[in-house]
Nanobody
């Protein structure tokens, strides 16, 4: 089992920045594929960003390209999501995800483990 714990969410004004962190523990594996999804109120959960184990392959949904950056520190079993130029439509619960496969994927079904989520609220 792998446990994922997110942190870094909060309330920010439009145009501001937040940095989410997610620490993996348990049966961690340095070649986990890692990523972030989000779910806004009344909407389906959607893919945000993913990173393959080496960090060489990154994958973003179109709406966050150029504003969000995913990165990882394998020595710390941690994945980050730097979010800049935040917009009210970025308001959602953000979930960290992990898979034992060494991939970066936008598909929810590809991920084996999910965190509890951290709330991000962007005010206009």
């Amino acid at each position: 089992q792998v446990q994922l714990v997110e942190s870094g969410g909060g309330l920010v004004q439009a145009g501001g920045s937040l940095r989410l962190s997610c620490v993996a523990s348990g049966r961690t594996y340095s070649r986990h594929g890692l990523g972030w999804f989000r779910q806004a109120p009344g909407k389906e959960r959607e893919f945000v960003a993913a990173i393959e184990w080496s960090g060489a392959r990154l994958y973003y949904t179109d709406s966050v390209k150029g504003r969000f950056t995913i990165s990882r520190d394998n020595a710390k079993n941690t994945v980050y999501l730097q979010m800049n130029s935040l917009k009210p439509e970025d308001t959602a619960v953000y979930y960290c995800v992990a898979t034992y496969r060494s991939i970066s994927s936008h598909l929810q079904s590809d991920y084996d483990y999910w965190g509890q989520g951290t709330q991000v609220t962007v005010s206009s």
